[in-house]
Nanobody, 120 residues
Framework: QARLMESGGGLVQPGGSLRLSCETS????????MSWYRRVPGKARELVAS????????NYADSVKGRFTISRDNVKKSVYLQMNSLELSDAAVYYC?????????????WGQGTQVTVSS
């Protein structure tokens, strides 16, 4: 059974930094693309950053480019999101996602989320 466990969220002042972690188990981590999403109540879920299975490709939402960095450790089966220069608009629940397309569809696993609060 796939498990994704986010951690590292919390309360931070504008301009501060947080590092989110997502520890995984129950699937072949090294084959999956990994992503971080976020959701604010009343708004659609937003893709924040993604990284390919071999870390050769990374993509970011325009709103976080230059401030957030996604990385992964295939030995530790974990993915990380370093968030710097946090803004009030970054406050959300952040979710870790693992995805692997197949010939019949895709595997799509989610964590339960970690709250990031940005407030002065």
């Amino acid at each position: 059974q796939a498990r994704l466990m986010e951690s590292g969220g919390g309360l931070v002042q504008p301009g501060g930094s947080l590092r989110l972690s997502c520890e995984t188990s129950g699937f072949t981590f090294g084959r999956f693309a990994m992503s971080w999403y976020r959701r604010v109540p009343g708004k659609a879920r937003e893709l924040v950053a993604s990284i390919s299975s071999d870390a050769g490709s990374r993509n970011y939402a325009d709103s976080v480019k230059g401030r957030f960095t996604i990385s992964r450790d295939n030995v530790k089966k974990s993915v990380y999101l370093q968030m710097n220069s946090l803004e009030l608009s970054d406050a959300a629940v952040y979710y870790c996602n693992a995805r692997l397309p197949t010939t019949w569809g895709q595997y799509d696993f989610w964590g339960q989320g970690t709250q990031v609060t940005v407030s002065s």
